[in-house]
Every structure is written in C-alpha cells, then in structure tokens.
T-cell receptor
Framework: GESVGLHLPTLSVQEGDNSIINCAYS??????FIWYKQESGKGPQFIID?????DKRQGQRVTVLLNKTVKHLSLQIAATQPGDSAVYFC??????????FGAGTRLTVKP | ETGVTQTPRHLVMGMTNKKSLKCEQH?????MYWYKQSAKKPLELMFV???????ENNSVPSRFSPECPNSSHLFLHLHTLQPEDSALYLC?????????????FGPGTRLTVL
C-alpha cells in the first residue's frame, strides 16, 4: 500500500505486507528529517532519521528514502504488523531550526 | 517510556479557570518545547526554551503562559481559555547539537475547555 501523506491521510494494509508512507516537504534547504510514530494515547516516538547528504537509511524493518529533487520523503515498513498501526509523521528542519511536522498518515494493519 | 513525563494526562476546565500543565524530562536535555496537537492538523509549535531561556513564541495568545524554572521542568499556565483551545498539548525535549535535533515527546495532556 502507498499513501501520499497529507493528500491521503489513511493507509490500510494487510498484515505481512510492506507499507509505504509518503511525505512531501516544503523547504528545499531542509537538511534533517525524522519520521515519528504516534500510537493512540501516546506522544510521537522517533522511528528513524536521515540527513540531506543521504538518500537512503535503513533501520530495523524500516527504511527512509529521501528525494531532494522533488522534496519527497518516504517511510517503508517491511512485513507490517498489527503493532505498526499508528499515525506516522514526517518532520523537517533546516540548520537545527524548529521542526515542521506534516499532518500525519494513519496506518491501519488488517489481520 | 521516553524519559519525558507530563501531568496531568487529562484536564477538563471551564473558561474562567486557571490551571497549569507540567512537563519533566529525565534525559539531561537542554531544550524543551510545548506543542499543540489538534485533530487532523500538524503539530503546532508554541514555545521553545533553550538553556532555560525562551527562544521562540509563535504568536501564541497570552492566555497561555510558559515557565521554565530549570532545564528539567517546563510548565504551561492556562488562564481564561476558549473552547477552541481544546487539544492535546505535547511537551518535548532535545539535546541541541549541530548534527541532530531529535525531540523526545511526552505522552501529552488531553485538555478539554468547556
């Protein structure tokens, strides 16, 4: 499944499938990006980050891709699990100034 | 547990009440933040404190008054709020560095203004 962030705020995938959550950021000078996960009743939790001198970074079951040409950031979750159900936010910052957050995409994992 | 705690977790208040939200971080960070999170909207930065000094106030109404008595504690004093102020108020902290500004968030205070 694939979403386009602010334009499609919900994404539903089958357990075990891969998920792709997209984010379009606004500032071409932004040099640091973070993906956060927010579960119901909790604050946002750091998942993975990437600096602008990279185009890909991998974590455990998650991969972030950065395309600076089109100002696009994506989060890929491999083998999505029910525990991955949450709202996912991208955030951008330039030169350690204040972070700007997207509105988020709600991921629902169907068993 | 992120190392950032907030109390209370839920608060219901009338428009004439005065209340305070509390945030505490146990991470040794030097910057703290207040955010407002409303339904279907991006996180809105309200205040930033760096080394206990307020460095940003994003045009927040004066009915919200922050206080940072030390690097581990942050308060948000509320007075004569409006129903549209009902939201989740999130506190965050970070260790300011040249290479990253990862913010650690507390669980938030769910505020309802009647």
């Amino acid at each position: 499944g694939e979403s386009v962030g602010l334009h499609l705020p919900t994404l539903s995938v089958q357990e075990g499938d891969n998920s792709i959550i997209n984010c379009a950021y606004s500032n071409s000078a932004s040099d640091y990006f973070i993906w956060y996960k927010q579960e119901s009743g909790k604050g946002p939790q750091f998942i993975i980050d990437i600096r602008s001198n990279m185009d890909k970074r991998q974590g455990q079951r998650v991969t972030v891709l950065l395309n600076k040409t089109v100002k696009h950031l994506s989060l890929q979750i491999a083998a999505t699990q029910p525990g991955d159900s949450a709202v996912y936010f991208c955030a951008e910052t330039y030169n350690n100034n204040d972070m700007r957050f997207g509105a988020g995409t709600r991921l629902t994992v169907k068993p | 547990e992120t190392g950032v705690t907030q109390t209370p977790r839920h608060l219901v208040m009338g428009m004439t009440n005065k209340k305070s939200l509390k945030c505490e971080q146990h991470l040794g960070h030097n910057a703290m933040y207040w955010y407002k999170q409303s339904a279907k909207k991006p996180l809105e930065l309200m205040f930033v404190y760096s080394l206990e000094e307020r460095v940003e106030n994003n045009s927040v109404p004066s009915r919200f008054s922050p206080e940072c008595p030390n690097s581990s504690h942050l308060f948000l004093h509320l007075h004569t709020l409006q129903p549209e102020d009902s939201a989740l108020y999130l506190c965050a902290s970070s260790r300011y560095s040249r290479t990253s500004n990862e913010q650690f968030f507390g669980p938030g205070t769910r505020l309802t203004v009647l």
